[in-house]
Every structure is written in C-alpha cells, then in structure tokens.
C-alpha cells in the first residue's frame, strides 16, 4: 500500500507497537475511526439543529405526551 507523504509518516512506520502486524490494519483502523466521528459530527449538527427547531415550535406540542409504538416496555 502506498499512502504517499504523511505528516504522522514515523507513527505509520511504528504501527507494530501500536499493536498492528500490517500497515493495512493501521489505516483501515484509522479509517474507521474517522467515519465514525464523522457520523458523531453530523449527528450533533443535527441535534443542535432539531433542538432549535423543538424550541421554535408551538407551545402545544413542548408538552405532548410520550407514547407510541417506540415506548412499549419489553
């Protein structure tokens, strides 16, 4: 795999004590890691978002009851 220049060049050569017996486990990891906090990212985006917009709504709904088919107890 050739990753060309990276600023975290002499990490990628130490992956053995971080664990990894390849390189390719390294990055993949690294990979996964980076779409998962890009997920969180946009989460929070959107609960900022949601938030803003419970905030603006009708007073009528602020109160409503909880219930429905994603609060059945098991």
Not at 6 to 29: H, P, R
Not at 35 to 49: G, L, P, T, Y
């Amino acid at each position: 795999m050739h990753l060309g220049r990276l600023k975290n060049e002499a990490f990628v050569k130490a992956y053995k004590q971080y664990g990894f017996s390849t390189i390719t486990q390294l990055v993949d990891t690294a990979c996964e890691d980076l779409k998962r906090k890009i997920a969180q990212e946009r989460r929070a985006k959107w609960r900022e978002s949601a938030h803003k917009e419970y905030v603006k709504s009708d007073p009528k709904y602020l109160w409503e009851g909880i219930d429905g088919e994603d609060f059945v107890s098991n």
